[in-house]
């Protein structure tokens, strides 16, 4: 409470509720009311502070299982979609975690990542779909068979995995809808 004025306080409280409405409008869910409690937010003023309370210095983490999330914030911060993203895929999400899964258990990165980043689409900012499209132009993309493999995200760069799984999972959503969206989500069932 320390590291935040009074003003920052409220900024933080708007941005929150915004963000959640966006969220709330992309995927049609709800996760305070399927959960019945609100979310939880742990704000960390530095990567100092963050990784003394929680071990971890550059990571920014939600948890669907536990309802929360913890970050660093300043205003206008696209972090706070991303992560609440994550919290959004709870109540269609699989296995004890509420995370897309192969099988019913193992994590798969690629679809956990991915919707998060479609949900969080910038309107006035360079789309995951745009830098996808110069990645397959430059002959730099990694396939995407790759990078759905329970270890093939982890295996290639940040910065190409997280725009190619967004594009895709956005063109799903633009082209299928967040329905189905939803059901491929859980069990990385593509075929259905």
């Known amino acids: 409470p320390g590291s935040i004025d009074l003003p920052s306080q409220k900024w933080l409280e708007d941005d929150l509720e915004f963000r959640y409405w966006e969220l709330q409008q992309f995927f049609n869910e709800d996760p305070v ?6 979310i939880e937010v742990f704000i960390y003023p530095n990567r100092a502070v963050q990784y003394q309370l929680m071990g971890s210095r550059r990571t920014l983490v939600a948890r669907p299982w536990t309802h929360q999330m913890h970050v660093r914030w300043h205003y206008g911060s696209t972090a706070l979609s991303h992560e609440m993203a994550h919290l959004f895929t709870a ?8 995370i897309s899964t192969h099988g019913g258990i193992v994590p798969n990165l690629g679809l956990l990542e991915g919707i998060a980043v479609a949900a969080d689409w910038p309107e006035d900012d360079v789309t995951s779909h745009e830098v996808a499209a ?4 430059l002959k730099k993309a990694p396939k995407l068979l790759n990078i759905l493999e329970p270890q093939g995200f982890w295996a290639q760069p940040a910065g190409k995995a997280y725009e190619l799984m967004g594009s895709f999972v956005r063109w799903l959503y633009e082209v299928h809808g967040i329905e189905k969206l939803k059901l491929e989500y859980a069990n990385s069932n593509f075929t259905e």
């Open 33 to 38: 009311k399927w959960r019945g409690k609100k």
């Open 134 to 137: 110069a990645l397959h132009k």
């Open 91 to 98: 109540p269609f999400g699989s296995g004890p975690l509420k």
